[in-house]
């Protein structure tokens, strides 16, 4: 039988400016920027990754008509705009409003047609975002700094804990289990959540780490990258969710399709 077809957002764009092609290579130009371990992680958890490129918004419901499920990736800070905040906190990164409204289209639309979302790091963020939710733009400003949100250990080394509502989907996914070890790579967080989102993850410090939908289709994200922590079960486990739950609505859709 074939697989569920996931598309995975590209929400970093590498300028001409930054990249560094080979001498025998295509001159500088832009560039997405999409770490194979999100193509890994899916593979492995018995799906076929597609990279979505971000392009006009006219594209968006001819490629959901072809994919069964949608993996919201990592990157860089949302702009506060997005969100309608117009101050702008000292310690924020560089933002590209356009690339912000393609993933936020992106993801309303899958929510409409009920196709099953995941987001990771960035990408709980833009779910958020995109029920109408806000983010805590720099979360040094209501920390101690006792718990290390931007680790300098690499992606599968985890520096942290969560706790998980055990009367959650999330929890019920990682098989059962109300904590977890994670990593850590962000600056910025879930503030006020968005319609019919609830929080279901946190860190120490208060820090929400994990959203999901109170609906029946799969609309949910963790803050950490789960996608590095795949030799993992409980975190590799949220790839397969995601993948089980394709399945299932494309099922459901060549049912509907057939009748």
């Known amino acids: 039988m074939s697989r569920p077809l996931i598309g995975v957002t590209t929400s970093e764009v590498r300028l001409a400016e930054h990249t560094d092609p080979l001498p025998e290579g ?3 130009q832009r560039e997405m920027a999409l770490g194979m371990v999100y193509m890994r992680a899916i593979e492995l958890a018995g799906g076929i990754p597609v990279v979505l490129p971000p392009l006009g918004h006219d594209t968006i419901a001819p490629l959901l008509e072809r994919l069964d499920g949608v993996c919201l ?11 309608g905040e117009e101050t702008r906190n000292p310690h924020l990164g560089a933002t590209e409003p356009g690339l912000d409204a393609y993933e936020l289209a992106l993801a309303q639309l ?8 995941l987001g990771i790091c960035r990408g709980v963020q833009a779910l958020n975002v995109a029920r109408g939710g806000s983010l805590h733009q720099h979360v040094g400003d209501l920390t101690d700094g006792a718990i290390e949100h931007r680790q300098s250990a690499r992606g599968g080394v985890t520096t942290h804990s969560v706790r998980i509502d055990p009367a959650s989907r999330l929890a019920r996914v990682m098989g059962g289990a109300t904590g977890a ?7 910025q967080a879930a503030d006020r959540l968005g319609q019919g989102l609830r929080a279901v993850a946190w860190a120490p410090d208060g820090i929400v780490e994990g959203i999901e939908s109170d609906g029946p289709e799969l609309y949910l994200g963790v803050q950490w990258h789960a996608e590095s922590l795949v030799d993992r079960p ?3 486990a949220l790839f397969r969710e995601l993948v089980e739950e394709a399945d299932a609505y494309r099922q459901d859709e060549r049912g509907v399709r057939a009748a």
């Open 26 to 28: 295509d001159p500088p």
């Open 110 to 117: 899958a929510d409409a047609r009920g196709v099953p979302v």
């Open 181 to 187: 070890e994670v990593n850590s790579f962000h600056h």
């Open 234 to 236: 409980e975190h590799l």
């Open 73 to 83: 990736s990592g990157g860089p800070d949302i702009d506060p705009e997005g969100y």
